[in-house]
């Protein structure tokens, strides 16, 4: 499907800009504070990435939201408590392919979230993000402010572009058949 090819040559290029973009001042402490989430959201390409590297069943790994636009990666209680499917005793075990979003925290590119969190910013030029964990030890990153507007645009469109196809998919119920063609064709 050329749209879905599309949404993973877009993937790779925010997820690259990020990477080069991102510096990291101190390294995350692996809390498990982030993975403690009930929804973690997760694109097309990054739905093809996490089954092709764990080989499961979609809906093994995946739930779809009661609002058939997201899909969200299913969770586990532990001590009461929900976290990510792949969070095992304070390690990602899809560390190297995660989501965007958990990639790139503690930075958030997300315009509501930066307006109800603003970074600390320095001379109008640089962000600084620190982990929202309550331990004392948290992780710091910082970013350009212009690498981060481009980004944060360039992410936006993104997410339009793949809720638009994931919407069509998800009524006609072929999403999972789409994401599951992608990964035999191998051309994720």
Partial sequence: MIEVEELIKLDKEIYDRAKKSIMVIKQCQQCGW????????????????ILKH????????????????????????????????????????IHHIKPFQCFTYPVIFHPIVFRINPPFCIENRVYVF?????????????????????????????????????????????????VKEMISNERA
């Fill in 34 to 49: 982030c993975c403690n989430n009930k929804r973690i959201l997760v694109t097309i390409p990054e739905m093809i990435r």
């Fill in 130 to 178: 620190k982990c929202q964990s309550p331990n004392e030890s948290k992780a710091i990153s910082s970013i350009y402010v212009n690498d981060f507007k481009e980004i944060t645009s360039m992410r936006l469109d993104f997410l339009v572009k793949n809720y638009e196809i994931q919407r069509k998919l998800i009524v006609k119920k072929k999403l999972r058949k789409v």
């Fill in 54 to 93: 764990i080989g499961k069943h979609f809906f093994k790994l995946f739930r779809m939201e009661n609002n058939s636009l997201s899909v969200s990666i299913k969770t586990k209680k532990i001590n009461g408590k929900h976290y990510c499917t792949f969070y095992d005793n304070g390690k990602c075990l």
